[in-house]
């Protein structure tokens, strides 16, 4: 089973806007530089989109060693512009589990309270955190590597009546020539002359998904499209399914238009 690589993405600030990137190093924690920033409320608990949609509206891209935040949005304009730096580590919370992040000042955090209507503070990861099976990540929610096929996002299209952009789903790797929901049945891929990623487990998607990448506006699709043909119990749960989660296994650098061979199939019943 044969693919090509037709998109990459970074996110350096959880939950804010992405960045399509031509090539990328694959590490222990995904690509380098995913979800290496985390905004906050002031007791440490973190925030996204599902709670703030507005996050979607702040473009980061980080250049010759320093991160640029800008706002895009009709009518709004606002930028920052920073070098971050390393320092004592304080505690935040993710879903519910305790990590650790370097506070990045109170000059930057009112920057983003302005910005975002709330109060907040923005942190850089540190330390090691892991998921269940060991793998190692920063700031993901579960899993370091998210992968999706352009053929699940065109399916998903024809039941829509406004077709969405794959920027939607916010996808780290995005394949070409699985099929819809190839990604699914996959367990092992290997892109290019060295890296190997290890497919694991379906992505939940939640009311994210929703929400305009460039307004932060929310309306009921496309999760109540998936909800008619993706759910799938997942830890006693129902949940709604698209896209998948992996880890890698070795390490290098991948890039748009690289070969993905998938080296080994599973049966699932997610298709």
């Given at each position: 089973?044969?693919?090509?690589?037709?998109?990459?993405n970074?996110?350096?600030?959880?939950?804010?806007?992405?960045?399509?990137v031509?090539?990328?190093?694959?590490?222990?924690?995904?690509?380098?530089g995913?979800?290496?920033?985390?905004?906050?409320?002031?007791?440490?608990?973190?925030?996204?989109?599902?709670?703030?949609p507005?996050?979607?509206r702040?473009?980061?891209?980080?250049?010759?060693?320093?991160?640029?935040?800008?706002?895009?949005?009709?009518?709004?304009s606002?930028?920052?512009?920073?070098?971050?730096?390393?320092?004592?580590?304080?505690r935040?919370?993710?879903?519910?589990?305790?990590?650790?992040?370097?506070?990045?000042?109170?000059?930057?955090?009112?920057?983003?309270?302005?910005?975002?209507?709330?109060?907040?503070?923005?942190?850089?990861?540190?330390?090691?955190?892991?998921?269940?099976?060991?793998?190692?990540?920063?700031?993901?929610?579960?899993?370091?590597?998210?992968?999706?096929?352009?053929?699940?996002?065109?399916?998903?299209?024809?039941?829509?009546?406004?077709?969405?952009?794959?920027?939607?789903?916010?996808?780290?790797?995005?394949?070409?020539?699985?099929?819809?929901?190839?990604?699914?049945?996959?367990?092992?891929?290997?892109i290019?002359?060295?890296?190997?990623?290890?497919?694991?487990?379906?992505?939940?998607?939640?009311?994210?998904?929703?929400?305009?990448?460039?307004?932060?506006?929310?309306?009921?699709?496309?999760?109540?499209?998936?909800?008619?043909?993706?759910?799938?119990?997942h830890?006693?749960?129902?949940?709604?399914?698209?896209?998948?989660?992996?880890?890698?296994?070795?390490?290098?650098?991948i890039?748009v238009?690289?070969?993905?061979?998938?080296?080994?199939r599973i049966?699932?019943?997610?298709a």
């Amino acid at each position: 089973m044969r693919a090509v690589v037709r998109g990459l993405n970074v996110h350096p600030i959880k939950s804010a806007g992405g960045i399509a990137v031509p090539s990328a190093e694959i590490t222990a924690v995904g690509l380098r530089g995913d979800r290496e920033f985390l905004v906050i409320r002031p007791d440490g608990r973190h925030l996204s989109q599902r709670e703030v949609p507005g996050l979607a509206r702040l473009r980061p891209i980080v250049e010759d060693g320093k991160l640029r935040v800008e706002v895009e949005a009709p009518g709004d304009s606002a930028a920052l512009a920073y070098e971050p730096f390393d320092g004592p580590a304080r505690r935040v919370n993710v879903h519910g589990t305790d990590c650790e992040g370097v506070d990045q000042g109170d000059d930057v955090a009112e920057w983003f309270s302005t910005v975002l209507g709330l109060p907040c503070r923005l942190v850089r990861f540190t330390g090691t955190r892991r998921t269940p099976r060991g793998d190692t990540l920063t700031y993901d929610d579960g899993d370091p590597i998210s992968v999706l096929s352009v053929e699940s996002l065109a399916d998903l299209n024809e039941r829509l009546t406004t077709r969405l952009e794959m920027r939607r789903f916010r996808p780290n790797i995005v394949l070409e020539g699985l099929g819809p929901y190839g990604e699914d049945r996959v367990s092992r891929l290997r892109i290019g002359a060295a890296v190997e990623i290890e497919v694991i487990r379906p992505s939940g998607r939640c009311v994210i998904i929703n929400t305009d990448q460039d307004t932060g506006e929310r309306r009921p699709e496309p999760l109540r499209a998936l909800g008619g043909y993706r759910v799938q119990i997942h830890g006693g749960q129902r949940a709604i399914m698209f896209g998948r989660l992996g880890a890698a296994r070795s390490f290098g650098r991948i890039a748009v238009g690289d070969v993905v061979d998938a080296v080994e199939r599973i049966d699932d019943d997610t298709a």
